[in-house]
């Protein structure tokens, strides 16, 4: 399948089908980029979508430090 034709079968997808592909140890890259924009589309269409500061993300990575 090409990734064009990925495009328009994940458009038809649910979140939770696409939250599986997201899951999947066997989803290729391009799955899972593909399966990422469309779902985040689907959230914010929505209005559930979730978006992070670089700040927050750095956090919940490293913990909160502050900078001399």
Excluded: W
Aim: contains cysteine; aromatic residues 6%.
């Amino acid at each position: 399948m090409t990734n064009e034709e990925k495009i328009q079968c994940y458009r038809k997808k649910t979140i939770e089908e696409l939250e599986e592909i997201l899951n999947d140890p066997n989803s290729t890259e391009s799955d899972i980029i593909i399966a990422t924009f469309e779902k985040q589309d689907k959230e914010e269409a929505l209005g559930i979508a979730v978006h992070y500061t670089t700040e927050e993300v750095l956090e919940n990575i490293f913990g909160k430090t502050k900078l001399a």
